[in-house]
Structures are given as structure tokens and as C-alpha cells.
């Protein structure tokens, strides 16, 4: 093989030949340049591995090629590469080694089977999955998991949050062809998940060993907590709107103008009726402030009417015990019993009967005829606990009845416990304004929030 000085002018007057040709360097033994026939060129860099001399294993690994690296920066790089070579390394088989390591979509099937299923609640590893499905996977799990950056995880933690247009899952019922995915919170929910896929890799050393984990030190989203409770008159519509959806029917939203209108029922005959079950299942989260899914998987050998209990063998925080008032008892006593569950789904009765998926239709219905649009159903747990935190219950029986497993999680409602902290202000007020002489300048507040002069 030639030597040479591979300066600019010496890459310069190189022709391809017949058959590929290495050019080493004169000054950097080990540093040549590699010429194809086809005249593709590339900066290698040849070392024995191993204790070195003649014992060691021939290596060669490519470090670029002229038309990006200068010979300049070619001899930095091979220094480099020699250097840690005599102190151990091989660099050709750490690549090697990276080629043959898993993809990311492989560490998240094994996160998935051997972690998440057997050790995390159904719905969190459902969360799990559709992030991974929707959001990580298409854009990254070809990806070796070794190859990962920081930067890499940046990037797709910004593209998430930067709602993008995809085609409807395959399967997916009435919803549109063209679905906006994405937002800052999933962005966020994505960010965790690798975080907590890359920590459980690199502690069971699926990973190089001193492996860092790629989502570590990516700054999330700032998120909104989102507190949204229905007035007094928005509960008496929303309990008008679940009554007629009962029986009347709740009307139809038509566009008059749209090619088909002329083809529909008349006016008075386009009503929307729906069960009793799904009505009750609505009126029971707010009287009752459980979660969505504690209701719909809500069995009726866990409801005690004796005691006025229902006793959940599972929730988001364990077993749990919701104790019951005399309304929520009445709506429970009044259903017709289907099949295992309270809220009856299509299946109810059958060998494979399961729970109610969902009862959005009917929520998206009496929103819109009670008038409160952009309500979630989550919002009638936030409802019934502000309903006592106004009624002077302590933060303790909040989230005793709410199931809160820490008691930070019921401090969002102290700001609504006003009578009792108002009450005490008038108390401390009077006394102070009397002190100052200001007492016939005194105004207090009544429970239906007028002013009244003292």
C-alpha cells in the first residue's frame, strides 16, 4: 500500500483505480485514506486491539470522508482514536457492538412485558402503550436505543407538543379521518415515559454499562392544573338536561343548511333518547365524586346498601371504601340489575359481559343543552368536593370521601371553603373596626353575597 503525505494538493491528484486502494499517512502511522473504484473516499483509521503488537486483532474503523473532513481534522481524529486505542479501547468493536443493540422499539416491547403489565394498574399501562403507539415509536423506535441523545429527545418533546395531523388508528369508531394528535401535556407524558423506559434499561443492563438516560435534564412543559367547578344554577341544568335526556330526548344539533337537512325527521321528531343507565352513571360522579372509571367498572356486589357503602377492591389508590349519601343510595336503588355491572353495557347479561366504555355521547349531549361546554366529567369530582369545601367541611373529610391518598391533593379545595374563613374575618374585623371607631362604617357579607351596611 502507498505512503504519502495526505495533504489537500496530494487528495487532490489521487485517481481511482481498478481495485480499492488505502494511501497511508507518512506522519500518523495507522490514519489512511480509503479510495474505491467507484471513487468513493473515506478516512480510516487501522489499529490492533488487544494487548497490541503482531497479538492483537487487525481493526479498522472510518472516521469520515474529504468531502466533509479535512485532512487536518482526519490526524485530530486519529490522535483520538490511537490514544485511547494504547489505553484499552476498540473502537470498531464498540460500533459493532452498537449496530447489534436493541432498537428502541425492542426495550419498549421488553419495558412493557416484563415491567409494566405485571407491575403497574390497566390503566396506566394502556396510557403507556398508546404513547409509545401514537407518539414515540412512529418517529424513533427504529432507532438503536444506545444511539439516543438528549438532544434527540429534545426535539421529539417539541414536535409532540406541536400538534400534528395522522390518519385514525386502525379500528378506531367515529372519529374523523384526519385526527389532531399532540399537544404540551401528551408531549410531557411522552417525555416520562422514556424517561422511566431508559432508567428500568440501564438498571438491568440492557444497556452499556455508564449508559446515560437520554430523557434526563429535558426540561417538561409548564402544565395548567385545570380546576373547573359547576355553579349551583349549572347543576340545576345539567340535572334538567340528564332528566330530559331520559325521557323527552335531548334535540338533535342539525345544520340547516347542510345538502341532507331537507331529508331528516321534522324538527319535533329529532331527539336523541338515552338509557337510564348512562343517565345514572353521569348523576352518580357528581353525587358521589368518584373517578370515571371507578363508576363504569362499578360491580354490584361491591355496592353495600346496608351500610351505604360501595367498597371498591381497587382503584387508582388501592382498595377503597366510598361512603354514600341518602340521593346517591335513591339513584343506585332505582336501577333495573342487567348483569354484573351497575352501569349496564351492550353486553350486559352475556358470558363475556364487560363494562361500559364510556358514556361521552350523552356527556357531549347535556353539556350542550345545559350550557356548559368544555366541561370534562372529571370535573364533577372537582364539583362535589367544592360542594363541601363551601359547606365548611375540613380538608380531612374531603379527602376522606374523595379517596385522596395525600392530603396535598385536597389543598386545591381550601380557597373554597369561604363562609367559615369569612366568618372568621368579620370576627377579627368587627373587633379591629370598633378599635379604630369605625364601627358604623362596617359592611359584612350575607350567605347570598349582598352587602350589608352594620
Given amino acids: ?59 479498522q474503523v472510518v472516521i469520515g470522508n474529504p468531502e466533509t473532513t479535512t485532512p487536518e481534522q482526519a490526524r485530530s481524529a486519529a490522535k483520538d482514536i490511537l490514544a485511547n486505542v494504547r489505553l484499552g479501547a476498540d473502537p470498531a468493536a464498540e460500533r459493532a457492538e452498537a449496530r447489534a443493540a436493541d432498537t428502541i422499539a425492542e426495550i419498549a416491547a421488553e419495558w412493557l412485558s416484563r415491567h409494566v403489565q405485571p407491575k403497574r394498574k390497566e390503566a396506566t399501562a394502556k ?33 409532540i407538543a406541536r400538534k400534528a395531523t395522522g390518519a385514525k388508528k386502525a379500528g378506531a369508531k367515529r372519529t374523523a379521518r ?32 455508564g449508559s446515560q438516560n437520554p430523557a434526563g435534564g429535558v426540561e417538561a ?13 349549572e347543576m340545576q341544568a345539567l340535572g334538567s338536561a340528564l332528566t330530559l335526556a331520559e325521557t323527552e330526548g335531548l334535540p338533535w344539533q342539525v345544520n340547516e343548511a347542510a345538502p341532507g337537512a331537507k331529508h331528516l325527521p321534522a324538527p ?80 350486559a347479561g352475556t358470558a363475556n359481559e364487560k363494562p361500559r366504555a364510556d358514556v361521552n355521547r350523552l356527556w357531549r349531549a347535556v353539556c350542550r343543552e345545559a350550557g356548559i361546554e368544555g366541561t370534562r366529567l372529571h370535573d364533577l369530582r372537582h364539583s362535589n368536593a367544592a360542594v363541601g ?41 368587627n373587633e379591629v373596626a370598633k378599635a379604630l371607631g369605625l364601627g358604623a362604617n362596617v359592611v359584612s357579607i350575607n350567605k347570598a353575597g349582598r352587602r350589608e351596611q352594620a
Avoid: C
Fill in 127 to 159: 396510557l403507556y402503550r398508546a404513547v409509545l403507539d401514537t407518539h414515540i415509536l412512529p418517529a424513533i423506535g427504529s432507532r438503536k436505543a444506545v444511539t439516543l441523545t438528549r438532544s434527540d429527545v429534545a426535539k421529539l418533546h417539541g414536535s
Fill in 268 to 347: 319535533e321528531n329529532r331527539r336523541a333518547h338515552f338509557d337510564v343507565h348512562s343517565v345514572a352513571a353521569i348523576r352518580l360522579l357528581l353525587l358521589t365524586g368518584a373517578r370515571v372509571r371507578e363508576i363504569l367498572d362499578l360491580e354490584w356486589q361491591h355496592v353495600d346498601f346496608q351500610r351505604g357503602m360501595l367498597r371498591l377492591p381497587d382503584s387508582k389508590t388501592g382498595a377503597k371504601v366510598i361512603v354514600l349519601g341518602g340521593a346517591a343510595l335513591a339513584v343506585l336503588d332505582g336501577l333495573p340489575r342487567v348483569g354484573r355491572f351497575v352501569i349496564a353495557s351492550t353486553s
Fill in 178 to 209: 384526519q385526527k389532531k394528535r399532540g399537544g404540551p401535556i401528551i408531549a410531557n407524558r411522552a417525555l416520562a415515559v422514556l424517561k422511566a423506559m431508559f432508567s428500568w434499561a440501564i438498571d438491568l443492563g440492557l444497556l452499556p454499562e
Fill in 389 to 429: 369545601a363551601g359547606a365548611g367541611l375540613s380538608l380531612h373529610q374531603i379527602g376522606a370521601l374523595l379517596g385522596h391518598s395525600q392530603a396535598a391533593t385536597t389543598k386545591r379545595y381550601a380557597h373554597l371553603a369561604a363562609d367559615p374563613q369569612r366568618r372568621a374575618a368579620d370576627l377579627i374585623g
Fill in 1 to 59: 500500500m502507498p505512503t504519502m503525505k495526505l495533504t489537500r494538493r496530494a487528495l487532490a491528484a489521487i485517481e481511482p483505480s481498478p481495485k480499492p486502494v488505502v494511501y497511508w499517512d507518512a506522519d500518523i502511522a495507522g490514519l489512511g485514506l480509503s479510495v474505491r473504484p467507484s471513487g468513493a473516499r473515506s478516512w480510516v483509521v487501522r489499529y490492533r486491539a488487544g494487548a497490541g503488537g503482531r497479538t492483537g486483532t487487525l481493526r
Fill in 221 to 233: 412543559f409548564k402544565e395548567r392544573r385545570r380546576e373547573r367547578f359547576l355553579s349551583s344554577e
